[in-house]
């Protein structure tokens, strides 16, 4: 018998999530990670490092509380949003009998946190405008046992924000039987169409967020649900006891205090300056056949031959994410907002080779 077959079967049959670290290429510009084009210094202090951090550091749940203005205890920080997705396809959904409903396209993550848990991902294909088809998923909710449904908003890759009715809509058909999440990694480019506000009238709604974005930390690794009391506390039995790193507490710390709160907030507003803009003459190209939503710091191009343009960019030094693959995404690149230098050099090569 192999290592291998030692190991449980379904990780044995298991493709890891794809991410951009480990497709790799090599590249002068990498615009594939959705990550911000530039890296932030913050200072260090040591001198406790010989004692294990806090489970939950409470100056840095504290200051993400002020941050979003809700209480403490409705909060939980872990090593990124992934993590926070593992969490609630562990603490809900019981292997071999629960499932998980998702709408791709969308992100990777949660089918494959479900995976890796033995369970079941069912999904549900949007409509033409990438909203949740209701009619389609409140029969899927009743055909399984589905314990948590996982929305994305700003979706990612689409960018679509899901419509506020729908989403109420949703919350009142799923209260007492399913857990809905909403996936927030992008709010802070799209800062009015956050639905935190739902969370004080809908006990079974929970909202991700992450430092790796706007914030420009996804080296850091550091990110949060926003919850219920109740859902906090179960989460909280299945972390592991020291998810954040004494440094990592440190530097989220500061990185949510007022100042750099606001210095987030510029570096937003010319992200979307530098994305509307890169739109706007893409869409004067003939190699670009469509465009999607923009609401985070990615673009979405649909293009004549998406594959070309692809593989040219990459020969050209530009590190994009190819959605060929995925369902209603044929011919689809995502491009993530890097600096203005970055997007111009882009266009050149772009108005170079269109056709
Ligand atoms: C929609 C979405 N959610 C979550 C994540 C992961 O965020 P984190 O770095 O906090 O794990 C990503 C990363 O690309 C994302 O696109």
Same mark, same amino acid.
């Given at each position: 018998?192999?290592?291998?077959?030692? %190991?449980?079967?379904?990780?044995?049959?298991?493709?890891p999530?794809?991410?951009?670290?480990?497709?790799?290429? /090599?590249?002068?510009?990498?615009?594939?990670?959705n990550?911000?084009?530039?890296?932030i210094?913050?200072?260090?202090?040591?001198?406790?490092?010989?004692?294990?951090?806090?489970?939950?550091?409470?100056?840095?749940?504290?200051?993400?509380?002020?941050?979003i203005?809700v209480?403490?205890?409705?909060?939980?920080?872990?090593?990124?949003?992934d993590?926070?997705?593992?969490?609630?396809?562990?603490?809900?959904?019981?292997?071999?009998?629960?499932?998980?409903?998702?709408c791709?396209?969308?992100?990777?993550?949660?089918? @494959?946190?479900?995976?890796?848990n033995?369970?079941?991902t069912?999904?549900?294909?949007?409509?033409?405008?990438?909203?949740? #088809?209701?009619?389609?998923?409140?029969?899927?909710?009743?055909?399984?046992?589905?314990?948590?449904?996982f929305?994305?908003?700003?979706?990612?890759?689409?960018?679509t924000?899901i419509?506020?009715?729908l *989403?109420?809509?949703?919350?009142?058909?799923?209260?007492?039987?399913?857990?809905?999440v909403?996936?927030?990694?992008?709010?802070?480019?799209?800062?009015?169409?956050?639905?935190? #506000?739902?969370l004080?009238?809908?006990?079974? *709604?929970v /909202?991700?967020?992450?430092?790796?974005k706007?914030?420009?930390?996804?080296?850091?690794?550091?990110?949060?649900?926003? %919850?219920? &009391?109740?859902?906090i506390?179960?989460?909280?039995?299945?972390?592991?006891?020291? &998810?954040?790193?004494?440094?990592?507490?440190? /530097?989220?710390?500061?990185?949510?205090?007022?100042?750099?709160?606001? /210095?987030?907030?510029?570096r =937003?507003?010319e992200?979307?300056?530098?994305?509307n803009?890169?739109?706007?003459?893409?869409?004067?190209?003939?190699? =670009?056949?469509?465009?999607?939503?923009?609401?985070?710091?990615?673009?979405?191009?649909?293009?004549k031959d998406?594959?070309?343009l692809?593989?040219?960019?990459?020969?050209?030094?530009? @590190?994009?994410?190819?959605?060929? #693959?995925? &369902?209603?995404?044929?011919?689809?690149v995502?491009?993530t907002?890097?600096?203005?230098?970055?997007?111009? #050099?882009?266009?050149?090569?772009?108005?170079?080779?269109?056709?």
């Open positions: 018998m192999s290592i291998t077959d030692l %190991a449980c079967r379904r990780v044995q049959e298991l493709t999530y794809q991410s951009a670290r480990r497709i790799g290429g /090599v590249g002068r510009v990498y615009l594939n990670a990550e911000s084009p530039e890296g210094k913050f200072d260090l202090d040591s001198s406790s490092y010989n004692r294990y951090p806090e489970c939950q550091p409470p100056e840095l749940i504290q200051a993400y509380a002020d941050y203005g209480n403490p205890g409705h909060i939980l920080v872990a090593r990124g949003s993590e926070v997705i593992g969490l609630l396809c562990r603490t809900f959904c019981e292997p071999g009998k629960d499932s998980i409903l998702i791709p396209p969308t992100y990777g993550m949660y089918s @494959i946190a479900a995976e890796t033995g369970i079941a069912i999904k549900v294909q949007p409509k033409d405008n990438f909203q949740p #088809d209701l009619p389609a998923v409140f029969r899927s909710l009743k055909e399984n046992s589905v314990k948590v449904l929305l994305c908003s700003p979706n990612n890759p689409t960018g924000i419509e506020r009715d *989403l109420i809509e949703i919350l009142k058909e799923t209260a007492g039987k399913t857990l809905v909403v996936d927030e990694a992008y709010i802070e480019f799209s800062p009015n169409d956050s639905c935190t #506000d739902l004080n009238e809908y006990s079974h *709604l /909202v991700t967020r992450t430092l790796s706007a914030f420009g930390l996804a080296g850091l690794r550091c990110g949060f649900a926003l %919850a219920d &009391p109740e859902i506390g179960l989460l909280l039995k299945v972390i592991d006891p020291y &998810p954040i790193c004494a440094p990592v507490a440190q /530097v989220a710390t500061a990185a949510l205090d007022p100042e750099n709160i606001c /210095v987030m907030q510029k =937003v507003d992200l979307n300056r530098i994305r803009s890169f739109l706007e003459r893409c869409k004067t190209l003939k190699c =670009v056949t469509d465009s999607f939503d923009c609401n985070g710091n990615y673009v979405l191009l649909k293009f998406g594959e070309k692809f593989e040219g960019a990459k020969k050209a030094g530009f @590190i994009l994410r190819d959605f060929n #693959d995925k &369902p209603m995404l044929k011919n689809c995502r491009i907002v890097g600096s203005r230098a970055e997007m111009d #050099d882009l266009f050149t090569f772009m108005k170079e080779h269109d056709e």
